[in-house]
């Protein structure tokens, strides 16, 4: 039973306190809520509400589950949730039940029109916002229980401590990313970024090249990272659109070389975070800008159909050396580390709103502009 559950549960049981008194049946109605009251009130002691920033994994009538980023969390008959940019309204609907049904209202959007994220980059408004949502589809009408299985608090401890899951690169041969992990992996980039353990980070804001891969944009705390390190001292970004007009990248990177000159150089080609690079060049690029192992990109490549060279090697080394004679030192933002400025956000956002998007339904092009693989 959910912490959600058990606190409902124990508010109706003390508000009919009197009635619960009386001596039940064997079977019935009283006996259910005694034997809810003992279980529960071990429970209850050491569960809470779901926070803002938890999140749940909500169950479907039909079985499936949906991710809920909690936005606010209520008082254990309604809360407020996120759901791939909708903010929902899910109450509770049978108060004197023990296996509760909770439906749901569309009540907003998010982010808001006037966010950091969209002064950042406007292309990202207008159609593309609406394409967005009506690609999420419509939220279900009703859930039937939840999991809390994570929290934005988790996510920022572990990176604290241990960051090479969201740094390194995927190790050939290593196990499979449990569901949480890759549903909080872009979330785990981000934070990486802002701790200063990452130098380049790409999020796909808007993906219309391929329906299957959904829109990262509203994985879990997504939104609220990017405009978290939008707001950090030293970070910058600047939009990527894909060849075509078919996607739209957002390239963060710390304001200090190297990475103030490979961020840029990402979104002068178009690099996508959705797509895979179409040669060994590029996902070799892409993989070392992005600060991934070595031997991890390279077995990568290797693994996807080869084409690795040390010709491709060193041409990758000599033209990253060109754009920044600077070997990367991380955390960017340890004190008294220095480095040229690279663009502000100012200038991303004029860069973002001369930038041409097109509407869905164009056709992708180029075979340089996507990520370097699996991460």
Not at 30 to 42: A, D, G, L, P, Q
Not at 60 to 86: C, I, Y
Not at 144 to 166: K, M, R
Not at 183 to 202: C, F
């Amino acid at each position: 039973m959910t912490s959600l559950s058990i606190w409902k549960c124990l508010k109706s049981v003390r508000a009919d306190s009197a009635r619960l008194h009386r001596k039940p049946a064997s079977t019935g109605r009283y006996n259910r809520w005694i034997k809810c009251s003992v279980y529960n009130e071990e429970m209850a002691s050491r569960q809470s509400l779901p926070q803002p920033f938890d999140l749940l994994l909500a169950k479907t009538s039909s079985g499936g589950t949906e991710p809920l980023q909690v936005l606010d969390g209520g008082d254990g008959a309604t809360f407020t949730a996120l759901w791939k940019g909708h903010v929902l309204s899910i109450t509770a609907t049978h108060a004197q039940a023990i296996e509760e049904s909770w439906t749901t209202e569309r009540i907003g959007k998010y982010p808001s029109a006037g966010s950091d994220l969209f002064r950042t980059f406007p292309g990202l408004q207008s159609m593309l916002l609406e394409d967005l949502h009506s690609h999420s589809g419509a939220p279900e009408p009703a859930f039937t229980s939840f999991s809390n299985v994570y929290s934005l608090t988790q996510l920022q401890t572990e990176v604290a401590e241990n960051a090479s899951l969201w740094c390194d690169g995927t190790r050939p041969g290593a196990p499979e990313k449990t569901a949480v992990q890759s549903l909080t992996l872009t979330a785990g980039e981000l934070v990486s970024l802002i701790q200063g353990k990452r130098g380049v980070v790409i999020v796909q804001l808007w993906n219309g090249f391929d329906r299957s891969r959904g829109q990262p944009v509203y994985d879990p705390w997504v939104i609220d990272l990017l405009e978290a390190a939008l707001r950090t001292p030293g970070v910058r970004a600047m939009p990527s659109v894909a060849p075509g007009g078919v996607g739209l990248t957002a390239v963060l990177f710390a304001d200090k070389e190297p990475w103030n000159a490979w961020g840029p150089h990402l979104a002068s080609f178009g690099c996508q975070a959705n797509a895979v690079a179409g040669s060994a060049y590029y996902k070799v690029l892409i993989g070392k800008i992005l600060g991934y192992n070595d031997e991890n990109i390279y077995g990568y490549v290797r693994s996807v159909g080869g084409g690795l060279t040390p010709a491709v090697i060193s041409q990758v080394d000599a033209d990253l050396k060109k754009l920044s004679k600077t070997k990367p030192k991380l955390p960017w933002n340890r004190e008294g580390s220095r480095g040229k400025k690279a663009m502000g956000n100012s200038a991303a956002a004029a860069a973002g709103s001369s930038a041409v998007v097109k509407s869905p339904g164009g056709q992708r092009r180029g075979g340089g502009g996507g990520g370097n693989g699996p991460r």
